[in-house]
């Protein structure tokens, strides 16, 4: 019998062979003789091969085709696959994001004044990327709000949330002309969020527990406000802990762990302030 990771394997060799990608930094370019076999694809086939695609992390390949299976929704898209989109987005950019947070952290006391001016010109590439991908993910996600209904909570409160996501992130490299305008922004989008998910009839889910752990994640990287970081995130874990059933989500445990984790941090930096 096969084990998994034989099938993973071969898994992925199919879907390389579907792909000739030209340029690592941009989407990945679908060869002409298989554009015909995509189009002739189901929207529950594309949905199965994003799906594939995050289980192989094929990131790059996986972010093209929720894009097409975006327009073949109308813009419509389900819980599952709003998720996918996500996932796929924050993992491109974090191609991008990752390059620059290493090369903020990097040690240029050392080098040569060449060197450090290729470095920052690095950066800047980095921060017109990173920008640009949040540039874009702000439009299509205000495409997908367009159509979604008000009374659809869960769809308002995922997308407002994304696009407070990827303020956040722009904001992390903007220059002091863009900071405030973004922060405001982001601020305002994440309080809007915040405040949604006390309609919903489940109080501790996966939903709420992102937009405060985000939000509180804001508060204190961005704003730089560790009280308001650490009231956020703490009433979010103390609403968890009290209403969690006895039904184990994964996800809500990831969740519930990485608030518990910075509550521990930002108890000890408020204790050390006063």
Not at 112 to 133: C, R, S, V, W, Y
Not at 163 to 192: M, P
């Amino acid at each position: 019998m096969d084990n998994s990771e034989d099938v993973k394997i071969r898994e992925k060799n199919v879907i390389d062979k579907q792909l000739s990608i030209s340029n690592i930094s941009g989407s990945p370019k679908i060869s002409d003789s298989n554009i015909s076999k995509l189009n002739n694809l189901s929207i529950n086939e594309f949905s199965e091969l994003i799906k594939v695609c995050l289980d192989l992390e094929l990131y790059e390949e996986g972010y093209t085709y929720i894009l097409r299976l975006i327009e073949l929704r109308n813009n419509n898209l389900k819980e599952e696959e709003r998720n996918y989109l996500m996932k796929l987005a924050k993992e491109k950019l974090n191609i991008f994001r990752k390059g620059w947070k290493n090369l903020v952290d990097y040690d240029q006391s050392e080098n040569e004044m060449t060197i450090k001016t290729l470095i920052d010109e690095q950066m800047l590439i980095l921060e017109k990327n990173i920008k640009q991908f949040c540039n874009e993910i702000d439009k299509l996600v205000d495409k997908l709000l367009e159509i979604t209904p008000d009374n659809d909570l869960p769809a308002v409160i995922f997308y407002k949330k994304l696009k407070a996501d990827y303020l956040r992130y722009y904001a992390e490299v903007a220059n002091q002309d863009e900071f405030n305008i973004v922060v405001d922004k982001c601020q305002d989008l994440y309080e809007k969020t915040y405040d949604m998910c006390k309609s919903l009839d489940q109080p501790c889910n996966a939903l709420n527990l992102s937009v405060a752990l985000n939000y509180s994640v804001f508060a204190y990287f961005i704003v730089d406000d560790t009280k308001k970081a650490y009231e956020i995130a703490d009433k979010a874990y103390k609403t968890a802990i009290n209403k969690i059933s006895d039904n184990k989500n994964p996800e809500i445990d990831v969740l519930i762990k990485n608030i518990e984790d910075n509550l521990t941090i930002w108890k000890i930096e408020l204790f050390d302030a006063n």
